[in-house]
C-alpha cells in the first residue's frame, strides 16, 4: 500500500516580473523577463540552447551568484514573498527547490545518505515528518526503497534521475525548479520520469519544467513560455502552443501546411507574442 502524501502547504504562485540578468557584470543573459506559475500547476519553459532557461531558474531558486551572474533589475516572489537577491538556503526554505540539469547527485554517498540530504537541517520537519516524507519518496520511487545502501554512483542515468526528484521531495518542496530532467534517457525511462512529474503534480506541488523535449514539456504543462535570447517571445496554453505553426516547425519538428490547414497560426487560440527585436517568421508583430 502506498504512503499517504504528507501535508503540505496550500499552493503558492511564482511571480516574475521584469527580470533582467547580466553574467560578469555586462552580458546580458535575461531581459526583461516576466512570467507565473499559478499554484500548484505545471508551466513549460522553451527555447533553443542559449535562450537562458537555466539562467531563469537559477536566478529564482538563489544559486545565480555561484554562476558569475547578478539580477540587474526586476523581481522575482514566491506566495508574496520575495526572493530576489535571497541566498539559495532562504528559497528552498520558502518552499522553491531545483533539480539542476545532469542530476547531480553524490556519488560516493549511499542513495538513503543522498535523501538525508535534501532534509532542511536537522529538526526542520521532525522525525514523524522526516518518516512520512522519505514513504512518500519511496512510494514515488520503489527502486530507492531496494537500493537505499547503494552508493548513488553504481546506479543507472534514470535511477539518479530519481534519485535527484526524490532528494529535492525530501525538502517538502510546493514548487519543483525541473532541468531538463529526461537528458540523456531512453525513451522508457522518460515516460516514467514523466508519470513521476504527474504524480508529484497530484500532490499539488508546483513544477516550472525546463525541458528541451518540447513535445514532453507541453504534454505535461497546463502553462507554457518560449524563450528566445533572453526573452519571452510566445507565451499561452500548453495546448494552443503544441497546434501553433511556429512552435510545432522549431520545436517539434513538424511541418505544417502553407495554408495554415492543420490548425496552426496564432489565431488558433490565445497566444500571446512579445514585441522584440528579433522575429519569430509572420508571428513578427
Known amino acids: ?8 502547504p496550500p499552493p503558492a504562485a511564482l511571480e516574475v516580473d521584469d527580470l533582467t540578468v547580466v553574467y560578469g557584470g555586462s552580458v546580458r543573459a535575461l531581459d526583461d523577463v516576466s512570467l507565473r506559475v499559478p499554484g500548484g500547476a505545471v508551466v513549460a519553459l522553451l527555447g533553443a540552447n542559449g535562450a537562458g532557461k537555466s539562467t531563469l531558474l537559477r536566478a529564482i531558486s538563489g544559486t545565480l551568484p555561484l554562476h558569475g551572474g547578478s539580477v540587474r533589475r526586476g523581481t522575482v516572489a514566491f506566495g508574496g514573498m520575495p526572493l ?30 543522498n535523501l538525508r540530504a535534501g532534509q532542511l537541517g536537522p529538526g526542520r520537519h521532525g522525525r514523524a515528518a522526516y518518516r512520512e516524507t522519505l514513504e512518500q519518496v519511496h512510494s514515488l520511487f520503489p527502486v530507492l526503497a531496494e537500493r537505499r545502501r547503494q552508493a548513488a554512483g553504481l546506479l543507472s542515468g534514470g535511477e539518479q534521475q530519481m534519485l535527484a526528484l526524490g532528494r529535492a521531495l525530501m525538502s517538502r518542496p510546493r514548487l519543483l525548479l525541473l532541468d531538463e530532467p529526461s537528458l540523456g534517457l531512453a525513451p522508457q525511462v522518460v515516460e516514467q520520469i514523466a508519470g513521476i512529474v504527474r504524480r508529484i503534480h497530484e500532490r499539488g506541488v508546483g ?20 524563450l528566445e535570447v533572453g526573452r519571452v517571445r510566445l507565451s499561452g ?16 519538428g513538424e511541418r505544417p501546411d502553407e495554408d495554415g ?21 509572420r508571428w513578427a508583430g
Do not use: C, H, I, K
Open 261 to 281: 490547414d492543420e490548425g496552426g497560426g496564432p489565431e488558433a487560440g490565445a497566444v500571446t507574442v512579445a514585441a522584440g527585436p528579433r522575429t519569430l517568421g
Open 207 to 226: 513544477v516550472l519544467l525546463v525541458e528541451q523535449n518540447a513535445a514532453l514539456a507541453l504534454r505535461l504543462a497546463d502553462d507554457a513560455y518560449v
Open 1 to 8: 500500500m502506498n504512503a499517504s502524501p504528507p501535508s503540505l
Open 84 to 113: 530576489t537577491g535571497r541566498p539559495a538556503a532562504d528559497v528552498v526554505a520558502a518552499g522553491v527547490v531545483q533539480v539542476p540539469e545532469g542530476r547531480r547527485v553524490f556519488t560516493a554517498l549511499s542513495v538513503e545518505e
Open 237 to 252: 496554453r500548453s495546448e494552443e502552443l503544441s497546434r501553433s505553426d511556429e512552435v510545432r516547425r522549431l520545436y517539434l
